[in-house]
């Protein structure tokens, strides 16, 4: 038996590794064209957002964070200080009230000067069935990821067209083109949020102005804790605190970052992160059927509301709901747990 591999094929690789080593390349020498940026992250204080400003400090840029905690912000203003040895602005701001941003953004700028890259990072997440789910749930999400995004955006535009030059990057969700069951708030708000992101790019760009649109999967950032519960509080803890822990649903948040800085320097239009969330995109492009019956069968899966709510009740943030896992559940979310430690307190 001839297993002599076909010259065609060695050529093949050959091309495919010189054309991954060239990019891989290309990218490094961009991450230095960093230095001296002036850098904007909403949602800074936690998770992802912290990761990013380390990051960008650590190439060099001027780094701007907001969040709505001060506590929150200073807590992680001295983790990035000493992470990547760098001066930190951090501006307290609920990006849904858009006075507060107006006056967040002329602070950065007076500071700074005007910003080079803006990134819409801030979030919120609730996890329920329909039937736990008020108006009030589905206005948080539109007021925070919608909202939230557009009031930044139309704050740096002037300064940005007036340059001609800029970069806008929107940190959305695989949430943004697959509704999840029992996150619907949240995808409605993504997918608004994706329409945005995706109509500025096209009119935006003759401006000289990038928009990157980022859609990650589940991360372990530990923003369970954060999350806000309602239903069979504690089943639906459980389940999306595991399906973000586990390392072949997740992208760790390190990984993350990384990807979506190469796209920032880059300037790419749409990245999605994670290969499950590229999967699952795959699919409900091209297969909506099969999309909607996998998905029926996760709802069918997850916890049903509970029939004894007489009444409303309040949500349950997931740092509330942790205490009563089994040794088990622990073990099995380690990962979750310990991101949870790196990037949530």
């Known amino acids: 038996m001839n297993t ?4 065609w094929a060695t050529y093949g690789l050959a091309i495919a590794g010189s054309y991954y080593a060239v990019r891989a390349l290309r990218t490094a020498f961009r991450l230095q064209s960093l230095r001296g940026k002036i850098v904007l992250i909403t949602g800074g204080s936690k998770g992802l957002g912290m990761i990013l400003a380390r990051d960008f400090a650590l190439k060099g840029a001027r780094v701007a964070i907001c969040a709505r905690s001060v ?6 203003r001295s983790w990035i200080h000493k992470e990547a040895a760098a001066a930190i602005l951090a501006v307290p701001c609920d990006v849904s009230q858009r006075d507060e941003v107006e006056r967040m953004i002329k602070h950065v700028q007076r500071v700074y000067g005007p910003i080079d890259i803006l990134i819409n990072n801030a979030g919120t ?3 329920a069935p329909l039937e736990a789910t008020t ?4 206005e948080k999400a539109q007021n925070v990821m919608f909202w939230g995004m557009l009031y930044p955006i139309l704050a740096v535009l002037p300064t940005m067209r007036e340059k001609k030059s800029g970069q806008i990057v929107n940190i959305t969700s695989i949430g943004s083109m697959i509704s999840i069951p029992h996150m619907i708030p949240y995808s409605s708000a993504k997918f608004a949020a994706l329409g945005l992101s995706l109509g500025l790019c096209t009119e935006l760009k003759p401006s000289g102005i990038q928009v990157t649109t980022i859609l990650p999967g589940l991360m372990r950032t530990g923003s369970f804790i954060n999350a806000e519960f309602n239903g069979r509080k504690e089943a639906e803890y459980k389940w999306f605190s595991i399906a973000a822990s586990l390392p072949f649903l997740s992208i760790s948040a390190e990984r993350a970052a990384r990807k979506i800085m190469n796209a ?3 300037r790419d239009s749409l990245r999605i992160l994670g290969l499950p969330a590229q999967i699952a995109a795959t699919i409900q492009a091209n297969f909506p059927r099969l999309a909607v019956q996998g998905l029926s069968l996760i709802n069918k899966l997850l916890p049903k509301a509970d029939s004894r709510m007489q009444s409303y009740e309040a949500p349950t943030a997931g740092r509330n709901l942790k205490a009563s896992e089994p040794v088990s559940l622990r073990v099995l979310k380690g990962l979750g747990h310990s991101a949870v430690q790196s990037y949530q307190t």
Do not use: T, W, Y
């Open 71 to 76: 506590d929150e912000l200073e807590k992680a």
């Open 135 to 138: 108006v009030q749930d589905f």
């Open 4 to 7: 002599r591999r076909h010259p």
């Open 125 to 127: 997440i609730a996890v």
């Open 264 to 266: 920032v320097v880059n």
